[in-house]
C-alpha cells in the first residue's frame, strides 16, 4: 500500500511541475528596432536568460525568443534586459579555487543584461550559477563592468581587489556621495543600487528602480501537527520465527515546528524548510509463543530539504516537497520477554509530500517517508521502518 503511494506521490509531483504557465504583460524589441508588445512567460530568471517564451496575446501559440534576434525585452513594472556585447570576466570566486592573478581576465561576451536602474547614470547585473557581475554606464556611453575580484596573495592569504569603489568615485562625483560612503560599499546588489540612486537623486534626474522591491528571503515559521502511520517489522536471521514480528499501521501523533525560507526568485516559487519533529511509536504484540513483545520508539526528526510552490489563484496554492530527514531517538526500545532489550538505533530517510496552502497561513500536507532500519547495530538483526504523515500547519510568522 505504501509502496503505491509513493509511487502516486511521484506521478503528481511530476506532472505538477510542468503544469503552470505564468505569462505577464510585455515587449520585445527585435534586430530591426520594432518594438512587439506581448505576453512574456515569467520565469523570475535567477539566472540571466539567453531566451524567453512569449505570445501575442492570451489566446495565441507560445513561441520562442532568443539572445540572437531580440535586442531588448521587459515584463512591465517588473523586469528588464538588454542585449550588449561587454567585457566579462568569469574568474572563479570560490575561496579554494582563487588563483594567484589580481586583475581579472575580460572575454567580450553578447549577454542579457538584467536593468537595475535606469537613468542617467544606469546599474546592471549578471547572474550565471555562482558567477555574478555588475555593470554600469553614464549619460549612455559605452557600458563598462565594475570591477571587483578576490585572489591569492604571495603569502597564500586571500586579497580583493576593490577596484569599483574607485570607478564609482570618478564617475559618479556628486556632493551627497564621499569617498568615505564609497569606502563601505560592498559588490552587492543592494549597496549598489542604493549609490546610484543617490547618484540620479543627487542630479535631479528622474529614473527607474526595478529593484524597487528589493528581492529578500522571505521567512515563514509555522507549527505542524498531524498523525503518522507507521509500520515496524524485525527480522532476525539467527533465531527462530518467533522473533519475526510484524507491527502492521500504528497510528501514531507527531509535532513539528517548521522554519520556511522562501528564496527570492522564479515568483517565490522555491523555498528552503527545516522541521524539527517529534513522533513516537508504541505497539504490542505477542509472538507464537504468547511471550508479549513491545515496541517504544521516541525520536526528533529534522527533515531538511527544498519546496516548489505553484500558485492556483491569490489565495491557494499547492506545493511539493524533498527532503532528507534525519533522526535523533531517545529511550526507544524493544522489549521480549525470553531475551534482553534491544536499543531501536537513530537513522536518516528521504521524504516526499504534496500540499495544499491557503491564504499563506493555513495548509495540510500529504507525506511518505521512506523505510530505515533501527536495528543495524546489532549483526544478526534487522528492521523495516517506515511512515506516511497527514499534517495540518499554521502560520505563525
Not at 505564468?22 to 508588445?37: C, R, T, V, W
Not at 522562501?262 to 522555491?270: D, S, V
Amino acid at each position: 500500500m505504501k509502496k503505491q503511494l509513493l509511487c502516486l506521490l511521484i506521478t503528481i509531483l511530476s506532472t505538477l511541475s510542468y503544469s503552470q504557465i505564468s505569462f505577464e504583460k510585455g515587449y520585445f524589441i527585435d534586430n530591426s528596432n520594432k518594438k512587439i508588445n506581448c505576453l512574456i512567460k515569467n520565469n523570475d530568471w535567477k539566472n540571466n536568460p539567453i531566451q524567453f517564451d512569449y505570445k501575442l496575446s492570451e489566446n495565441s501559440e507560445e513561441k520562442n525568443l532568443t539572445l540572437k534576434t531580440v535586442k531588448e525585452f521587459g515584463i512591465f513594472n517588473t523586469s528588464k534586459y538588454i542585449r550588449k556585447t561587454v567585457n566579462l570576466d568569469r574568474s572563479i570566486d570560490i575561496t579554494s579555487e582563487l588563483t594567484n592573478e589580481r586583475n581579472p581576465i575580460f572575454n567580450k561576451e553578447k549577454l542579457f543584461l538584467k536593468v537595475l536602474i535606469e537613468g542617467k547614470a544606469n546599474l546592471y547585473s549578471y547572474e550565471d550559477g555562482n558567477l555574478k557581475r555588475y555593470f554600469y554606464n553614464k549619460d549612455n556611453v559605452v557600458i563598462e563592468p565594475l570591477i571587483y575580484k578576490r585572489y591569492k596573495t604571495s603569502n597564500n592569504t586571500i586579497g580583493t581587489y576593490y577596484r569599483f569603489r574607485q570607478q564609482l568615485l570618478v564617475d559618479l562625483k556628486c556632493e551627497d556621495i564621499s569617498s568615505s560612503y564609497i569606502e563601505k560599499v560592498d559588490y552587492k546588489a543592494s549597496d549598489l543600487v542604493n549609490i546610484f540612486k543617490k547618484y540620479n537623486e543627487c542630479n535631479g534626474t528622474e529614473y527607474v528602480n526595478f529593484e524597487q522591491n528589493d528581492k529578500k528571503v522571505l521567512f515563514n515559521l509555522n507549527i505542524r501537527p498531524g498523525l503518522n502511520i507507521s509500520s515496524f517489522s524485525t527480522n532476525n536471521n539467527l533465531g527462530s520465527n518467533s522473533r519475526n514480528l510484524d507491527f502492521k499501521n500504528k497510528t501514531g501523533f507527531r509535532f513539528g515546528l517548521e522554519a520556511e525560507f522562501i528564496m527570492p526568485f522564479n515568483k517565490n516559487k522555491w523555498a528552503l524548510i527545516i522541521e524539527p519533529t517529534y513522533q513516537y511509536f508504541n505497539a504490542e504484540k505477542k509472538n507464537t509463543y504468547d511471550d508479549l513483545i513491545s515496541v517504544d520508539y521516541k525520536s526528533i526528526e529534522i527533515p531538511i530539504g527544498i519546496r516548489h510552490y505553484l500558485f492556483l489563484n491569490d489565495t491557494s496554492k499547492l506545493f511539493i516537497n524533498g527532503s532528507f530527514a534525519l533522526d535523533f531517538s531517545f529511550n526507544s526500545e524493544i522489549k521480549y520477554t525470553e531475551y534482553n532489550s534491544l536499543d531501536l538505533k537513530s537513522g536518516s530517510r528521504y521524504v516526499v509530500g504534496i500540499g495544499y496552502k491557503y491564504n499563506n497561513i493555513y495548509s495540510a500536507e500529504l507525506r511518505y517517508l521512506t523505510g530505515k532500519d533501527m536495528l543495524s547495530n546489532y549483526r544478526s538483526w534487522e528492521s523495516y521502518y517506515n511512515t506516511v504523515s497527514i499534517i495540518l500547519g499554521y502560520k505563525l510568522f
